[in-house]
């Protein structure tokens, strides 16, 4: 029987719901390949699969094509830690964060950065809740990330400012969707297509019922092309296979100033002498807060 090409929209619980060219499939993963796959490398939702359709409607997904991107964290779990690939093929990783209430957390936000920086996924960053703020009390949290190159997008789902635009980001891409509880996700959905963000909101609560609940993760189709994943327990995430001190090349106004060090090895610490990226923090050059987040997360306080 021909086998037929297909994307993951959702997985839960071992079934994989696997939208093909003759429709939506629940399937089941061969047990050869999920061995082949092994723990660290499990089928996730965005992969491009090819499915052994059933008559019964059903399919069995016989192989995994390979994957232009990967989200991935390090899951700490009783049997120790593993690489968890949270989204295959994402094109880019949408960071939502309000300009108030709650008042943003800028720290996540360069935790996140550094994570697309690693792994190679374009970011977009949507300040959210503008209504609430001056447009200048928004530039003060956030113009600074637009002056390292990230692009950022001021929107409010409640007057509609930006939304156009967030739309034509969206617009034939497969893009994860994280940021902070109260952050606006789903109105912003709402905003985008009514009945995207009701959906992404029906599955992200049926997923925080009860402390043993089975996580899911759901991709949602958009009306005007593309897919917004759905990613909760992302809050958690931590770096996979990342060393403290490869941590400045992940933070654009750092990694050009580290050859000018003393010593190879410079830490950044305040302490460190004949470092360049202190001389830069103390010009004024690089902003405090992200110097300070920088060595939270080479310390692992974050």
Known sequence: MTLLRGTVLRSQSGFYTVQTDEGVRVCRIRGSLKRKLGRNDQITVGDRVQVLPLSDGTGVIQDLEPRSSALVRLEPTPRGEFRQVLLANADQIVLVFSCAQPAPRLGMLDRFLVICEKQGIPPLIVA?????????????????????????????????????????????????LVGPSGAGKTSLLNAIQP????????????????????????????????????????????????????????????????????????????????????????????????????????????
């Open 128 to 176: 959210n809740k503008i209504d609430l703020v001056s447009r200048q009390q928004a530039e003060e949290y956030f113009a600074l990330y637009a002056k390292l190159g990230y692009p950022v997008l001021y929107t409010s789902a409640k007057t509609g400012h930006g939304i156009c635009e967030l739309r034509g980001q969206l617009k034939d891409r497969i893009s994860g």
């Open 195 to 302: 009945e995207l963000g009701l959906a992404v909101g029906s599955v992200s609560s049926a997923t925080t019922k009860g402390r043993h609940t089975t996580v899911v993760r759901s991709m949602f189709p958009l009306t005007c092309g593309g897919y917004v994943a759905d990613l909760p327990g992302l809050r958690a995430l931590a770096l996979w296979d990342t060393q403290p001190e490869e941590l400045d090349g992940y933070f654009p106004e750092l990694r050009h100033l580290v050859s000018q060090c003393q010593f190879s090895d410079c830490s950044h610490n305040p302490d460190e002498p004949g470092c360049a990226v202190r001389a830069a923090v103390a010009e004024g050059k690089i902003d405090l807060r992200r110097y300070e987040s920088y060595l939270r997360l080479r310390t692992g306080e974050d």
